[in-house]
């Protein structure tokens, strides 16, 4: 106990407030400077001041709270009700914070038990849902919904397949980069491997494909310990009576061929050209074959400069003859147009390479501008001989546009001529050297190409025409540009008016 009072002197001071007694203000003293610290004379080191603590926001209880009443509300009887438990549950996810990993479930089974609703506004709005949840959990939930979405691509529902393949779709496009090395390399790739190899059902086999194609687009370089599978794979696909599922094959095998090494790259491409040499190959497959090719070459560039030899050859024979009145129909199109867009890439990728073969390229090119074997326009027949004035006679009635409406369904062919301009287009834009020529090839034939029924081909057409003027004040500034153009190549601009 405290000591009482001395006898005879004043007692204690006590204190009666709550509030503690006043301390005295310290007197001024003398500050010195010392480096990294601040002392004061003859006192110890001052206290320094305490930082911020910083730390990870998690989920506050009351947002905890919030998350838990919706996830019980999406599982209501009322579709409505579910329908906006699920939108309220986009927008909280949608805010800071980090979830537990017992919410992380929660969430994550409440959002996959939605794709089976029998609602389909719920179902789009947990894809939604889906795509904002793969940024807010940790990478092993990322791939437990992968496998969870593969499993019911593979055993569930028909009805509801298109709905499983959009949810893995969204997760394959919307996944961070660091998530999706882990993903595709766990289990994704090789369950959408095995249900591409089913024969039983086409449906599946699309979906994967579908899939394949998106994930080796993204992470494909993830995926090494597959490849030759993969090849083996998509090679047998290329072989199937379907053409839809050929097509597919032949988009992921462009996928994939951009992220092989270079030796399985060389085997791709050797057996491919082999097989369409084989007297045995069906006309079908020799052309998917150079489709594939085709596919390859776009995705790979460079690393296809060694086979040009044997692929140009092989496109300009299957380009075949402008003359043909389109006996092919819409197949024989999609396969010119993949030939021309491969010898686009080849051209901007490979110019060295394909220099032996450019005369023959740009003379494919120049015939397939004014493919048109569905329409006819009047003044084709006499267009060598005609003068000026008959010129403007026959413009006005090139066609009525009261007796053509739009385009035909089933005509194709300006995918052909579309293809080819963009082909001379880059023949006018990476071959400067052969200005001089272009101008009476490439100039006199894009001015006649002016009168082109499609406005998405006659934009091209004026595309093309813009990049050769450009490429003339490119190489001579206007004066040797115009210099180039006198000799016996030069465009005649008279004549081609004229015509």
Not at 112 to 129: E, T
Not at 457 to 468: F, T
Request: net charge negative; hydrophobic share 35%.
């Amino acid at each position: 106990p405290p000591p009482g009072p001395a006898p005879g002197g004043p007692p204690p001071p006590t204190h009666t407030s709550l509030t503690p007694p006043p301390t005295p203000s310290p007197s001024p003293t003398l500050l010195r400077l010392t480096p990294g610290r601040i002392r004061r004379a003859s006192s110890p080191l001052l206290p320094r001041p305490a930082l911020p603590r910083t730390r990870a926001r998690g989920l506050s209880a009351m947002a905890a709270h919030v998350l838990s009443q919706l996830l019980d509300k999406c599982a209501h009887w009322d579709k409505d009700e579910r329908y906006m438990a699920t939108y309220d549950l986009c927008t909280e996810l949608g805010k800071d914070g980090n979830l537990d990993v017992v919410m992380e479930r929660r969430i994550c089974a409440a959002v996959l038990k939605q794709l089976d609703d029998s609602s389909n506004d719920v179902q789009s709005i947990a894809v939604k849902c889906l795509g904002i949840l793969l940024k807010k959990v940790q990478h092993e939930q990322v791939v437990e919904i992968s496998e969870k979405l593969c499993t019911l691509i593979l055993t569930g529902r028909d009805e509801l397949r298109d709905i499983y393949s959009i949810g893995l779709k969204t997760l394959i496009t919307d996944m961070p980069r660091e998530t999706g090395h882990f993903v595709a390399q766990r289990e994704l790739t090789e369950r959408l491997l095995t249900g591409a190899t089913q024969d039983d059902n086409n449906d599946v086999k699309l979906v994967c494909l579908d899939n394949l194609t998106d994930l080796l687009r993204r992470f494909g370089g993830d995926t090494a310990r597959h490849h030759r599978d993969l090849v083996s794979m998509l090679v047998l696909q290329l072989r199937s009576e379907r053409q839809v599922v050929r097509k597919r094959a032949t988009n992921c095998l462009g996928a994939l061929a951009a992220a092989l090494a270079d030796a399985d790259l060389e085997r791709l491409v050797g057996a491919l050209l082999q097989r369409i040499e084989e007297p045995a190959t069906a006309e079908f497959e020799a052309a998917t074959l150079v489709q594939a090719i085709g596919a390859v070459s776009r995705a790979v560039g460079y690393r296809m400069a060694r086979h040009l030899d044997a692929m140009v050859p092989l496109f300009l024979r299957t380009c075949g003859d402008a003359d043909d009145d389109g006996e092919g129909g819409e197949q024989l199109d999609d396969l010119r147009e993949s030939c021309f867009q491969a010898f686009t890439s080849l051209l901007v990728r490979c110019p060295r390479e394909i220099a032996p073969h450019l005369d023959a390229v740009l003379a494919v090119a120049l015939r397939f501008t004014c493919y048109d074997p569905n329409y006819t326009y009047e003044d084709e027949d006499d267009e060598d001989g005609a003068g000026e004035d008959e010129y403007e006679a026959s413009d006005e009635d090139e066609y009525d546009e009261e007796d053509y409406d739009g385009s035909d369904d089933d005509d194709s062919s300006w995918k052909v001529r579309r293809a080819a301009l963009k082909t001379l287009e880059a023949i006018i834009t990476h071959r400067p050297e052969m200005l001089a020529r272009l101008y009476g090839d490439a100039g006199t034939a894009l001015i006649k190409r002016f009168k082109e029924r499609e406005e998405m081909v006659r934009l091209d057409v004026v595309a093309a025409y813009k990049a050769l003027v450009d490429a003339t004040v490119r190489v001579g500034g206007g004066g040797a540009g115009a210099g180039a153009g006198d000799g016996d190549g030069a465009m005649d601009v008279e004549g081609a008016t004229g015509a």
